[in-house]
Structures are given as C-alpha cells and as structure tokens.
C-alpha cells in the first residue's frame, strides 16, 4: 500500500498562486494513476484533478479548468498540483489519491489510498 504526504499548502491572497506537492513512498509510484481532492468547511470532498500512469492523461473538474495543473514526477515520486489564479472559493484542506485504476481518475472517484491533507487558505 503506497504512503502519501501532502505539503505546500499556506495562506495567499486571491488572484495569487501555490503548488501543493504529494511525495509518495512504500509502493511503485509509476503503476498508480493520482488525484487531487478538496473539502472545504461544511461540504463534501470533491475531485480536483487527476493525472494517469505516465502523465499523459489528466482530468480536470470544470471549476479549475485553465487555472491548475496537475502533473508528477515518476523519478522522484511525486505529484504536484500548480494552483493560480486563485480564488476564496478555493479555500479547503487539498488532499493526495492514488489507486491502481485509471477509471477512478476517469470518475473523479474510487481511490483506495489517501495522505492527511493541506490547508489551503485564500483571502479575498
């Protein structure tokens, strides 16, 4: 079972930009298709974004679309997730997903293994 460990979250102010990044250990990084997830106060988490094996699918929710990137790095084992433009809306704990399936990314849902989260906090 792969292990995930999110960082890069903070405060910023809106308009601004942060990179989250999910470092993976315990399992083969490569053989994993990723997502990113949020879950703001008082809602449900949702799916973000997801990227495949090799990076060379992703898939975005329509409320981020054109505004963050997701992308991984198979030789260290991380993925990453390029957040600009930012917006107070987008204020919620930001959460890392891997799974063996490509159709959990395809779904935006399914994923087996979660890391704890990172807050991410946008002031208007």
């Known amino acids: 079972q792969v292990q995930l460990a999110e960082s890069g979250g903070g405060l910023v102010q809106a308009g601004g930009s942060l990179r989250l990044s999910c470092a993976a250990s315990?399992?083969?990084?490569?053989?994993?298709?990723m997502g990113w997830f949020r879950q703001a106060p008082g809602k449900e988490r949702e799916f973000v974004a997801g990227?495949?094996?090799?990076?060379?699918?992703?898939y975005y929710a329509d409320s981020v679309k054109g505004r963050f990137t997701i992308s991984r790095d198979n030789a260290k084992n991380t993925m990453y997730l390029q957040m600009n433009s930012l917006k107070p809306e987008d204020t919620a704990v930001y959460y890392c997903?891997?799974?063996?399936?490509?159709?959990?990314?395809?779904?935006?849902?399914?994923?087996?293994?979660w890391g704890q989260g990172t807050q991410v906090t946008v002031s208007s």
């Open positions: 997903a891997a799974d063996k399936s490509l159709r959990t990314v395809q779904v935006g849902a399914g994923f087996g293994s």
């Open positions: 315990g399992g083969t990084f490569s053989s994993y298709v």
């Open positions: 990227i495949s094996w090799g990076g060379g699918s992703t």
